[in-house]
Each structure stands twice: as structure tokens, then as C-alpha cells.
């Protein structure tokens, strides 16, 4: 709470350029913004931490998914290729 008023404008969207107002309890502005600015970097990198984190995770999980369905999937295959081959037998044998 060193900051009582913030806010920005953009001139002209064709402009490259903000304008920022930073009116503080009086802590020079400049300090104040900096201050903020740093304290923003370091929750984004917080974020990003979390986030890749999670992603990570997320991708571990959905390849042992992956894996599990594909070996069930081999599984009913193989055990499909015997019932064939039971029912050909028995066919075979009438």
C-alpha cells in the first residue's frame, strides 16, 4: 500500500508507447514501480514454475495411460486371437 492511484493509457494504438501514472502514499514513484515490477517477476516465475510442474506431471500421467491402455489393448488382442483359434479348432473337430 504505497500506492494510492495507478493507471495507464495507450496514445495511439499504432504507437508504440504507454503512458503510466503512479501517484504513491510518498515513496518516489519511480522506486515504487520498480519495486512492482520486480515483485511481478518473481510471481511469474513462481507461475511458471507451477505450471511447468504441473505440465510435466500432467504428461507423466497420460503417458502411463497411454501405456496401460495400449496394454490392455494387447492383451484383449491376444486373448481374441486365441478364442479364433479355440473356435477354429472346434469347428475343425465337427
Do not use: W
Not at 29 to 45: G, I, Y
Not at 50 to 58: A, H, L, N, R, T
Not at 62 to 78: D, G, M, P, T, V
Amino acid at each position: 500500500p504505497r500506492v494510492t492511484l495507478a493507471g495507464y493509457s495507450i496514445p495511439h494504438p499504432s504507437l508504440e508507447c504507454v503512458n503510466v501514472r503512479v501517484q504513491t502514499t510518498g515513496d518516489p514513484a519511480r522506486e515504487v514501480l520498480k519495486d512492482a515490477c520486480q515483485e511481478l517477476m518473481l510471481m511469474n516465475r513462481h507461475v511458471r514454475s507451477v505450471f511447468d510442474k504441473d505440465v510435466s506431471e500432467f504428461k507423466e500421467e497420460q503417458a502411463h495411460l497411454k501405456a496401460e491402455e495400449e496394454r490392455k489393448n494387447a492383451e484383449e488382442e491376444e486373448l481374441k486371437k486365441q478364442r479364433d483359434l479355440l473356435e477354429s479348432m472346434d469347428i475343425e473337430s465337427n
